[in-house]
């Protein structure tokens, strides 16, 4: 058997290297995965320091990123020419030799390597760009075990066009009240450096007092001046802080739990799951994947810790012979039309139907509740410019207006 040379970091981030003796590259890769390994690069032993060169070199570079368009077209283009009858290896050697961007060419040609070598797509993924999330994965090796991958394929695509789109309308809502609010924290400096002072040596002069809005206002600007570094350092540290604790194992569980109750914003998270959920469990049903099966893909693809605990006691009740529906029930964290619509669909024999109806409804209400998003934002964000105006202008019509008081007084 041939010898393969590997690179690879160890639990501790640490770089090691040696071979192994193994039938091919598929079962080197499984050999570094049993050694708790990741591997950096792998290659023959004898070619390793010429034809595979320019892989490690490839290697030492990382994994190519792709940008959000960038994976949609890979998505896309892939499930395009799968839907034509097109093997998979194939349909990766199209998309390296005739894709326009480097960053697709480069992750499909290490994606053919890693399949021609025998290994699975859902894992070659993984190994290929770290763009390729666990969810991304786990769909796709669900496509593949129910043979249904251009169907899964072409979901993640809706999936992905609806994240893009839902990013593009909050930054597109958002531009003119940051602009506005960019306009409004000029302002105050303008006046609190510039009209401020003048005012308030007018005052003194005529012997009047400023008025309490003025003085708040004054007095503020003159804090931020003197401790404006201050408040910076906390600003930052508190932000490094909260990222700190929220990828910790302690964080992460009331991070996802806490984001999915925000006003506004936990519905469209709650919703976005809601639709991916039966979306895929529609496909996996549909296409003859057992139901606990389906349920444990869609668990280990589920990112949000607060919802995967929910699957995991789900899998376990189903796993000891439980209804779906009353597995879901007994959580409390599925809407009850979804659980009548599931309870139907087992009683009937067509779950799959179910589930697929269900999405549909999940699709519009997401698309509901995502224009509500967008447009209080801005509402809100316009208001409390308005408010900041509002004193700003107050404060100075009522200094004029003492002065003026003052002048007439004496």
């Excluded at 690179?7 to 091919?24: C, E, F, L, Y």
């Excluded at 929220?246 to 996802?256: F, L, V, Y």
Aim: with cysteine.
């Amino acid at each position: 058997m041939p010898a393969f040379f590997y690179t690879a970091v160890d639990a501790s981030g640490k770089q090691v290297s040696g071979n192994v003796i193994v039938r091919n590259k598929s079962e080197a890769y499984r050999e570094l995965e049993a050694r708790t390994l990741i591997p950096v690069s792998v290659g023959l032993e004898g070619d390793f320091a010429g034809k595979g060169k320019s892989k490690a070199a490839t290697a030492k570079s990382g994994p190519r990123r792709l940008k959000r368009a960038e994976l949609i077209l890979f998505t896309e283009e892939l499930a395009d020419l799968l839907d034509a009858g097109m093997q998979l290896e194939r349909a990766l050697k199209i998309l390296n030799e005739r894709s326009t961007s480097p960053s697709i060419k480069a992750v499909a040609g290490v994606l053919r390597d890693e399949i021609r070598e025998g290994t699975r797509f859902s894992k070659a993924l993984g190994r290929a760009s770290s763009t390729f999330d666990e969810l991304y994965c786990s769909l796709v090796a669900a496509g593949e075990a129910s043979g249904s991958l251009p169907e899964i394929l072409r979901r993640l695509v809706v999936n992905l066009k609806q994240l893009s789109n839902l990013q593009r309308r909050t930054v597109s809502a958002m531009i003119y009240p940051l602009t506005v609010l960019l306009a409004c924290i000029v302002l105050i400096f303008v006046v609190s450096t510039v009209l401020m002072p003048s005012l308030t040596k007018m005052m003194q002069k005529t012997g009047q007092d400023l008025p309490f809005v003025t003085d708040l206002l004054i007095r503020f600007t003159d804090f931020m001046s003197a401790w404006w570094w201050l408040i910076l350092g906390l600003m930052i540290g508190s932000v490094v802080a909260f990222r700190l604790f929220i990828t910790s194992k302690r964080g992460r569980p009331w991070w996802d739990e806490y984001k999915m109750k925000l006003p506004a914003f936990g519905p469209v998270i709650f919703g976005r799951f809601y639709a991916q959920f039966c979306h895929t469990m529609s496909n996996l049903v549909n296409n003859g994947v057992p139901l606990l099966n389906s349920l444990k893909l869609i668990t280990r693809g589920t990112q949000n810790h607060f919802v995967r605990n929910h699957l995991e006691t789900v899998v376990l009740d189903v796993g000891e012979g439980s209804s779906l529906a009353r597995a879901m029930s007994k959580t409390e964290a599925f809407p009850e039309g979804l659980i009548d619509r599931i309870a139907i669909g087992e009683q009937t024999g067509e779950l799959g139907k179910a589930f697929s109806k269900a999405a549909t409804k999940y699709d519009e209400d997401l698309d509901i509740r995502i224009s509500r998003l967008t447009s209080i934002v801005p509402n809100v964000m316009l208001c409390l410019v308005a408010v900041v105006v509002g004193v700003v202008a107050y404060s100075v019509i009522t200094t004029i207006f003492g002065s003026m008081s003052g002048i007439r007084a004496r």
